[in-house]
Each structure stands twice: as structure tokens, then as C-alpha cells.
């Protein structure tokens, strides 16, 4: 299959590798197919792609590279990401732990869920806020 | 709007499947009890909102930014990242 994204232009991807969301994300509930872009480029990221609309993508990191033993009550059938907002400044920039894409690894039926751990945040800084000597 | 008056243990259908019914009343706190089919998602409204917010932030992402954020991760390792498709 061939799509054109407005940031990867010219994208060539399987049906097959395509992520089906039934509900779609977050105030994006009319786009509900994706697939993961992997750029050499922004590494670590990766990007969920839409397949429907050329202009939307998200950059995604893997959640256990933020926070060790994150997926862990989220089960081993499924790859878990968490959406990036990045901000020019790198300390301004944020992970969504709160609610995480979750895909089943063999349906590869896509859900993005809000969990009910509070201690989770919506923005969790993508690095220790300066001063900070780790160990978070 | 639809507004309606319910006193407790009295409820709410919402088609043939949705039933909210009012379990108590404390200090200022309604606490409702849900009862849905698997396929409706229910949400505190204010955690919906801020999904939906976040969503948007990270939507507006480009990728020459994200690269730039990429090149100040080094604490994260970088390098192999596994699962990708």
C-alpha cells in the first residue's frame, strides 16, 4: 500500500502492519488506522502514523526507556507506548504515562486507555528537570 | 441538556444497556455506580479532557523537533529500542 505523509512523504507499508484503533485516540476519534513509522533520523521515536490523514502523526517512545517496569501490570500480549509532546525546549517536553497506546501483538488492534493509577502523570518529563542528580 | 432529580439507589437507564444508578450522596460527592456493555468506555470527564489535551500536544510534533529532543536524550541510551515493527 502506498500513503503520503506530510512530514515522511512517501510511505510504502502492508496491510497487514496496519494498527486497526476501533475507538481511535483521544480527540482523534475519526482516524482508526496506523501504522509505526520507525525514523533513523529521531530515534528513540517512533511515530504513529495515520493512514487516513496525511497530517497527523504522533511520536511515541517506549515507556519502560522513562520509567523501568512500567508495562508490567499491562500485560505481555501487548506493545505499550506512550505519546510525546515535544516542545523546542527539551526540558518542557513531556511523556503521557497516564494513558498509553496499547497493541495487541497479534490482532494488532490498537486501544489507547487511561489507567487509574494517579500517581501516573499526563505530563511527565521527558528528562529529570535540571539540577536533578537522577535516580527518579 | 437533559436534567433530571434522583435520590439514592435510584438510577438512570441510558438505552437498553446503560444504567447510572446514584449509590450515595456525601459531603458534596455523588458516587455512581455504572453498569455498561464492554464496548462503551466510561471516563471521569476531566481525565478525558486531559487525554484529549495531551493527544493535541503530542499531534503537533514535527519530526526536525523531535529530532532535536532525540539528540538531548542520551540519558535515555538510545541505540537498539527493540520491539519495533
Known amino acids: 500500500m502506498k ?3 506530510r512530514q515522511f512523504g512517501d510511505l510504502d507499508y502492508d496491510e497487514n502492519m496496519v ?6 485516540l483521544f480527540g ?4 482508526r488506522n496506523f501504522i509505526i513509522v520507525h525514523d533513523v533520523d529521531s530515534e ?3 511515530w504513529l502514523v495515520s493512514v487516513e490523514n496525511a497530517d497527523l502523526s504522533f511520536p511515541m517512545l517506549e515507556p519502560g526507556m522513562i520509567l523501568p517496569g512500567y508495562e508490567g501490570h ?3 500480549d501487548s506493545e505499550i507506548w506512550v505519546l510525546a509532546a515535544l516542545k523546542p525546549n527539551v526540558q518542557q517536553s513531556t511523556v503521557n504515562l497516564r494513558s498509553p497506546i496499547v497493541i495487541d501483538r497479534r490482532s494488532y488492534e490498537g486501544q489507547q486507555i487511561i489507567l487509574d493509577d494517579e500517581t501516573l502523570p499526563f505530563q511527565f518529563p521527558l528528562v529529570p528537570p535540571s539540577g536533578a542528580t537522577g535516580g527518579r | 441538556m437533559l436534567v433530571l432529580s434522583r435520590k439514592v439507589d435510584e438510577d438512570i437507564r441510558i438505552g437498553d444497556q446503560i444504567i447510572v444508578r446514584v449509590l450515595g450522596v456525601k459531603d458534596g460527592q455523588v458516587k455512581l455506580g455504572i453498569e455498561a456493555p464492554r464496548s462503551v468506555r466510561v471516563f471521569r470527564g476531566e481525565l478525558y479532557v486531559q487525554a484529549q489535551k495531551e493527544n493535541l500536544a503530542a ?10 529532543v532525540a539528540a538531548s536524550l542520551t540519558h535515555l541510551g538510545g541505540g537498539d529500542t527493540g520491539t519495533s515493527k
Open chain 1, 28 to 31: 482523534f476519534e475519526q482516524y
Open chain 1, 44 to 46: 528513540p521515536f517512533r
Open chain 1, 3 to 5: 500513503w503520503v505523509n
Open chain 2, 59 to 68: 499531534a503537533s510534533a514535527d519530526r526536525s523537533s523531535a529530532k532535536a
Open chain 1, 19 to 24: 494498527i486497526h484503533f476501533a475507538e481511535g
Open chain 1, 74 to 76: 499491562l500485560g505481555k
